[in-house]
């Protein structure tokens, strides 16, 4: 079992940064893909970014060159850089674990959420 708390989210101006943290219990998040998704009223769960335990890290192309996912295996943490946020990037944010398998795009191939942080951006 792999428990997961999101924490850092809140509301912002366009241009402002957030740093958003997953803290795991139970497992170590270097051996697992780690993935942040968000969901924004209305809309289908979406993939943001996500690590592997090999550190392969892939995004999702309208976020690319502005956020940064990057984990902390002493605090055993994945944190999610969000520099430039624009009202578009409104959602509540969730962690997910994957117990095998590579960084994937697909919510249903996550085993373990998290409870979710809202990020709130206006113009």
């Known amino acids: 079992q792999v428990q997961l708390t999101e924490s850092g989210g809140g509301r912002v101006q366009a241009g402002a940064s957030l740093r958003l943290s997953c803290a795991a219990s139970g497992r170590a998040v270097s051996s697992h893909s780690m993935n942040w998704f968000r969901q924004a009223p209305g809309k289908e769960r979406e993939f943001v970014a996500g690590i592997e335990w090999t550190s392969f890290t892939a995004y999702e192309d309208s976020v690319k060159g502005r956020f940064t996912v990057s984990r902390d295996t002493a605090k055993n943490t994945i944190d999610l850089q969000m520099n430039n946020l624009k009202p578009e990037d409104t959602a509540v944010y969730f962690c997910?674990?994957?117990?095998?398998?590579?960084?994937?795009?697909?919510?249903?191939?996550?085993?373990?959420w998290g409870q979710g942080t809202q990020v709130t951006v206006s113009s």
């Open positions: 997910a674990a994957r117990t095998r398998g590579p960084v994937s795009s697909s919510p249903s191939d996550y085993d373990y």
